[in-house]
């Protein structure tokens, strides 16, 4: 009698142990090269000291993923930091799109910057290419990851001014719900999160156009 009146203690108390481990699980979350912003290159003479670059365009991204979602959640990303931490004149996606649609698809290209310029009016065009964007979820393991190659381009000579390319992961090892709920939602709020935290730490590498060319001081004076 003794042994029975424990048992139902002994299988409480391995079922509060068993959710402990889940539990704690789910806080073992990494993140991977979240500080490494280093790989750039950048002509900080035209794009700081000449300050000869106000407008810019951000020109749809090329997608070199399996996800068709890929580019336009970097795209909007990119233009969201750009807008928020930045001082170019941006111009808005949709009249970029509306601008090139005239153009084929393909003369969405560095090659191609003069027509570009013609179409779009801007000092600089930004190119994106979404090289890896994924999301994989077990019951207790997931894992997310967005990689982008960045390039600014001089809209007038066709050369590139500034280009980085970064990518960013976040790994949780654990019980993950989100493998309960296969909604596109929560994994798309995931890689959009990494978006932002990508595109925040690669543009602090590009210099801001808050200092006007010296060419319109002299015309003011």
């Not at 090659?111 to 290419?129: E, H, I, P, S």
């Not at 999301?135 to 066709?158: E, F, I, P, S, W």
Request: with cysteine; aromatic share 10%; glycine share 6%.
């Amino acid at each position: 009698m003794q042994a029975d009146h424990y048992r139902p203690r002994g299988r409480r108390l391995a079922a509060l142990g068993l959710a402990g481990v889940l539990l704690a699980g789910c806080a073992m979350i990494t993140s991977e090269n979240i500080n490494d912003a280093a790989d750039f290159q950048s002509d900080h003479v035209k794009l700081a000291v000449r300050a000869q670059y106000r407008s810019m365009a951000i020109l749809p991204f090329e997608n070199q993923t399996d996800y068709s979602s890929a580019t336009q959640y970097a795209r909007q990303s990119f233009f969201g930091c750009m807008a928020a931490y930045k001082r170019y004149a941006l111009q808005t996606l949709d009249e970029t799109d509306a601008r090139l649609a005239s153009l084929p698809r393909s003369a969405v290209d560095p090659a191609q910057y003069a027509k570009l310029r013609a179409a779009l009016d801007v000092d600089l065009l930004a190119f994106g290419y979404v090289i890896e964007q994924d999301h994989t979820y077990g019951v207790v393991y997931g894992r997310n990851a967005v990689r982008v190659k960045l390039l600014l381009v001089d809209a007038a000579t066709g050369a590139t001014v500034w280009q980085s390319e970064e990518g960013r992961s976040r790994t949780l090892l654990g019980m993950s719900f989100m493998s309960t709920f296969d909604n596109e939602y929560m994994w798309g709020r995931e890689i959009m999160n990494r978006y932002n935290e990508l595109f925040r730490d690669m543009i602090a590498t590009l210099p801001d156009c808050t200092v006007k060319p010296t060419g319109q001081l002299r015309e003011k004076q």
